[in-house]
């Protein structure tokens, strides 16, 4: 699973620091060091890493730290501390909307990242809470992503709703909710088309969606294996259509995870859920502290 290596060069570093009693400010440097070089190796953003390190630095080599009765296990907690405001501090839900309204969510994300998959899981989920969602084929070039996604939605148990290929995402957007509301469906998930790169058609599709309906939340999906570029892919989206939140997929592969720690910090938007496998029951919502638990072993 993605962490592993840092999880293991971090617990190299603390153990070093628990072992000895008392510590000096050069100790707490060189540790920090290792903390850093780790952190890029994990491939967490540059700009991230140097301002976490210094944020770090601050707090631990204060006099009430290295005259304390533990110093290395209170660098730890400061570590640990950082590393959950890094992710964000709180679990953040995805936005219903109130009452019976309708909400309508729009998926958003390139080709391969994992959205129809995505899409189905988090139906599983609402479904689990009651709720009645749609799933909506939006992404009319690939027929093989509307026979996935009806075939996901099957496995899922939730209604589907397609127009071919035939059709404008934006219509076919339009007449999903048109059908939600007659259909008693109160939350309806747009899955919508993605390219190989970030690129203008694209943006204009999801714009036009923005335009015909209205999208209550926009979330996107990105694969934690493109490490660096899922950060780049979800800064780019957010200038250009805004989002809302992030799913971060694949975080159970051989990953180095640095996005999973990126995104929150480069581009202001919660990470709302992990994608830990291919089966549609493994989604896990995202949080920060258990996360950081997880990386700091
Ligand atoms: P889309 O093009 O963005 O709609 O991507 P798909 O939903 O078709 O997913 C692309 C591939 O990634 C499929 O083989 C999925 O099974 C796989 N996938 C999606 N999410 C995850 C995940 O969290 N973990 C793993 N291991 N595979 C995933």
Do not use: W
């Not at 009693?21 to 190796?41: I, S, W």
């Not at 139906?123 to 809470?129: D, E, N, T, V």
């Not at 969602?133 to 992503?145: G, I, M, S, T």
Request: proline share 2%; net charge neutral; glycine share 8%.
């Amino acid at each position: 699973m993605a962490f592993d290596s840092l999880s293991e060069k971090l617990q190299n570093v603390f153990k070093n620091l628990r072992s000895k009693g008392r510590l000096t400010e050069d100790d707490v440097k060189a540790a920090l060091k290792e903390v850093k070089m780790a952190l890029l190796e994990a491939d967490v953003n540059f700009k991230v890493v140097k301002g976490f390190i210094k944020d770090v630095q601050e707090r631990a080599v204060g006099q009430d730290v290295m005259n304390g009765l533990n110093p290395g296990q209170m660098v730890i907690k400061i570590v640990n501390e950082e590393l959950v405001k890094l992710m964000g501090s709180e679990t953040t839900e995805i936005k219903l909307q109130p009452g019976s309204a309708i909400t309508v969510i729009m998926m958003a994300g390139l080709q391969g990242a994992g959205k129809t998959t995505t899409t189905a899981k988090l139906a599983g989920k609402f479904k689990l809470k009651g709720k009645k969602p749609l799933l909506v084929a939006c992404d009319v070039y690939r027929p093989a992503a509307i026979k996935q996604l009806e075939i996901n939605a099957e496995k899922q148990g939730v209604e589907m709703f397609s127009m071919g290929d035939k059709n404008k995402p934006a219509d076919i957007a339009k007449a999903a909710v048109e059908h939600a509301a007659k259909n008693g469906n109160n939350i309806v998930i747009l899955d919508t088309a993605g390219r190989l790169h970030v690129d203008e058609d694209m943006m204009a599709e999801l714009q036009e969606i923005k335009e015909v309906v209205e999208v209550h939340q926009t979330i996107l999906v990105v694969d934690a294996m493109t490490g660096q570029d899922a950060v780049n892919v979800a800064s780019s989206f957010n200038d250009k259509i805004g989002i809302d939140g992030v799913i971060v997929t694949k975080l159970d592969g051989d990953t180095r995870g640095g996005a999973a720690l990126s995104i929150k910090a480069v581009t202001g938007r919660p990470i709302l859920y992990v994608g830990m496998g291919e089966k549609l029951s493994d989604l896990e919502q995202f949080y920060p502290d258990r996360m950081a638990s997880r990386i700091l072993g």
